[in-house]
């Protein structure tokens, strides 16, 4: 379609209102023209389509659907390929109920546990959401369905997520917050972009023309439509100027009006206008010119794979003597409500209404498995009556091992609000006690977004962490914990002991409607890792019912320049006797930088399914972006010449293989030398040292031991060593010299600073 064309032929009036939704869930039409409406429905992890009643909130129903494992569980099988299948899976949903964009993925980085959507969120780590979102997108979208990767940018809470300000620095925006979009575009080109509520620094994410178009058009090349988030435009006028091209849901016309207001004053440029409507149509015909109504969308298939992908999820944390997998001969208790109602989605705009939910007690019986059930505590009040504790610990008496399932209720963890504190609800750690007291073998599994605190770790031989996992989570659980999986899901966040041991802790939520990200880019495990704190679980974390070993490290070269690219391998051998999929992580850390940086960061990840006694090569590529920082001089990333180590192993806590690279950086930053500069900083800059050593001697013949040598009492001597006065000088500045000598005059010294900076 010639959608230039079209433009052309639409009045300013009919452009405007192009701009925005016809209602919740469509664009407009052009009846004039033959320009039909399009749907676009949530996202992310299945497809949420109203007919009738419509909301953003997850209030009325939607058609039935297949609910698939959240992010925050998706992002624990480290496995893209896997993603990208249930993306395709996705798609096919989407063309047969003809939806033109699927609004997800959710790819805000979890700063904190208590953000009510983590859920939703894939990672506290940038380069680990960046490479599953990326995945998701490419699934969907190979099904000519469009994407809409959201919440751009920094919506890293829901408290106040309507006006709150997110004000970060420069540097931790590229190197923590931004990787995840920037990668999508790079790697999966989304069709649309989803701009936040919040503002960024003080300015509204939906009228910020540095977000929409420096950073994410010019720069990455983003060549889509972005839309609003439901109602978060405030000046529709700016948000145009800006490159936002989509109100969603609409204004009832009146920000229509102002856009063409607007022109007609001469205070928005039209061809602006031509633009959004251009991209709008762009995307839109690119899905009804592939539409493909009558593609099929086996439901039934969905939910089977959907249990596989959960199964493939869950990350085992805690597995005491081998107690898992439990045998098939044996009784087992499952205790907790979540046995049999279990919590496998959060509240809000991604609720889907699932044609099937699956539960551990209904998938148990139907595999015929001894398992008997106790509710235990109540998921509506946190409540655990006399009797329900009886019941529970009398069964988990009578059984070989005690399973109880357990996690944060609905009312915990949603959109539209955050968690107060990082607790499980008091009535399931009671039970959990009581269960581990009655039985030595219990197991708890863990249903939830993200991190809690376990006061009761200590007591209980088993944990396993099945975050959200969609409607076939029964199914997968019973298949982990019985062996028919071996789990291999790796968590994708720290566990910190307590919630204070979390770095954005002082600060999350803000002061009134200003939050400020003053741990910078110390997330997550960069944080735990620089502090050498203790955490409950580290990230990448996850056990296996076989073992791995990790060996020969071998990098492609020794020293590399940042426009060279380094090959990284290493042997993975599965070393115990059932077969399993191990996750590779690889590290990389500056030995020693000058801007303050993480000890390790990931660079890469690869999964592998390894019989036993099996061994593979995984490899990795790793770029000028792996050294990489974001410098704020240059504004682009800068790789400081040195010595990196690579390391490669399990979890950020677990990493075998260790080697080291140097690194020579091609970009000279740019020199600013003043007087005022002193020598520390001139003696790091190769060039600057030859220039400066002679003068330095000068100045120490003067001022310092040369001198001293001569005429100095023994006990001056002992009191200023020569390495004291040169730990002394490397703080002085240049001017030093005029002071203390070195330099004869004001005009050696400018000529000096000249030569410094040429
Ligand atoms: C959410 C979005 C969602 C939209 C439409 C908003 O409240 O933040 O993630 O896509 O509603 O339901």
Redesign the pocket.
């Given at each position: 379609m010639d959608v230039k064309k079209l433009v052309s032929q639409m009045t300013l009036e009919e452009k405007a209102g192009l701009c925005s939704g016809d209602d919740f869930w469509h664009t407009k039409a052009v009846e004039r023209l033959g320009i039909p409406r399009v749907m676009v429905s949530?996202?992310p992890h299945g497809l949420r389509k109203q007919d009738d009643a419509a909301d953003?909130?997850g209030i009325n129903d939607s058609i039935k659907a297949v609910c698939f494992p959240a992010a925050s569980a998706t992002a624990a099988s480290f496995d893209p390929d896997m993603i990208r299948e249930m993306g395709e899976a996705l798609g096919d949903s989407c063309q047969h109920e003809k939806v033109s964009v699927l609004?997800g993925p959710?790819v805000n980085i979890k700063r904190s546990p208590l953000c009510g959507r983590n859920f939703e969120y894939f990672s506290e780590d940038p380069y680990l959401a960046g490479k599953m979102c990326a995945a998701l997108i490419q699934g969907v979208q190979s099904r000519n369905i469009g994407t809409s990767i959201?919440?751009f940018a920094l919506n890293n809470q829901e408290h106040r997520r309507m006006s709150s300000s997110s004000d970060c620095d420069e540097r931790t925006m590229r190197e923590i917050y931004f990787p995840p979009f920037e990668t999508a575009v790079k790697e999966a080109k989304p069709w649309t972009f989803?701009c936040s509520?919040n503002r960024i620094n003080g300015v509204y994410a939906s009228e910020n023309p540095w977000l929409l178009t420096d950073v994410l058009r010019k720069e990455w090349g983003f060549d889509g439509y972005v839309m609003s988030?439901?109602g978060a435009v405030s000046n529709r006028v700016a948000g145009v100027a800006a490159g936002l091209d989509l109100e969603m849901p609409a204004s009832g016309g009146v920000n229509d009006r102002k856009i063409v207001e607007a022109v007609k004053a001469g205070k928005l440029d039209e061809k602006l206008v031509d633009l959004a409507c251009e991209r709008i149509l762009e995307i839109s015909y690119r899905y009804l010119e592939n539409a493909k109504p009558d593609t099929p969308w086996d439901q039934e298939k969905q939910h089977a794979r959907a249990a596989e992908i959960a199964a493939d999820c869950m990350v085992l944390l805690k597995n005491d003597g081998d107690l898992l997998p439990l045998s098939k001969e044996d009784t087992a208790a499952f205790i907790g409500e979540f046995a049999e109602k279990p919590r496998f989605q959060g509240g809000?705009?991604s609720h889907i209404n699932c044609f099937r939910t699956t539960s551990a007690v209904e998938a148990a019986k139907a595999a015929g498995l001894k398992v008997t059930y106790a509710p235990g505590y109540s998921v509506e009040k946190d409540e655990l009556t006399d009797e329900r504790l009886a019941e529970a610990v009398a069964a988990a008496k009578k059984a070989k091992a005690a399973v109880v399932f357990a996690g944060l209720p609905d009312s915990y963890e949603s959109?539209g609000y955050d968690r107060t504190h990082m607790r499980m609800p008091e009535c399931q750690n009671r039970l959990i006690e009581a269960v581990a007291e009655a039985n030595p073998n219990t197991v708890v599994v863990l249903h939830n977004g993200s991190p809690v605190e376990m006061p009761w770790i200590g007591k209980v031989r088993g944990v396993l962490e099945a975050y959200l996992g969609g409607q076939a989570v029964g199914e997968a659980a019973v298949r982990v914990l019985f062996g028919d999986v071996n789990p291999s899901g790796h968590l994708p966040e720290s566990f910190p002991v307590q919630l204070e041991d979390n770095p954005s802790f002082l600060y999350y939520g803000g002061e009134g409607n200003r939050t400020e990200y003053r741990e910078g880019v110390f997330v997550g495990y960069r944080y735990y890792d620089k502090k050498k704190m203790n955490v409950l679980f580290p990230f990448g974390f996850g056990l296996s019912y076989t073992t791995f070993a990790f060996s020969g490290l071998k990098l492609s070269a020794e020293s590399i320049r940042d426009t060279d690219t380094l090959t990284v391998t290493a042997t993975v051998t599965n070393t115990g006797n059932r077969a399993g999929k191990a996750v590779a992580q690889l590290y990389v850390g500056d030995t020693e930088s000058t801007p303050i940086r993480p000890v390790r960061e990931l660079k890469g990840f690869r999964k592998v399914f390894l019989q036993p006694g099996e061994s593979r090569e995984v490899s990795f590529t790793l770029d000028k972006r792996s050294f990489a920082y974001w410098n704020t001089e240059i504004h682009d990333w800068h790789v400081e010449t040195g010595d990196f180590t690579i390391e490669v192993g399990d979890s950020s806590r677990n990493l075998p293989l260790c080697a080291a690279v140097k690194v020579e950086s091609t970009v000279e930053l740019p020199r600013h030398y003043t007087q005022d500069s002193i020598y520390l900083d001139l003696m790091a800059d190769p060039k600057a040292k030859k220039i400066i050593t002679g003068f330095m001697k000068k100045t120490m013949e003067i001022f310092g031991t040369e001198q001293r040598e001569e005429d100095s009492t023994e006990a001056a001597k002992e009191a200023i060593t020569e390495e004291m006065t040169m730990a002394m000088m490397k703080y002085m500045p240049l001017r030093g010299m005029l002071s203390f000598g070195g330099a004869e005059n004001a005009e050696e010294m400018e000529k000096l600073i000249q030569q410094l900076n040429g």
């Open positions: 949530d996202g953003h909130l609004l959710a959201k919440h989803m509520y988030d439901w809000g705009s959109e």
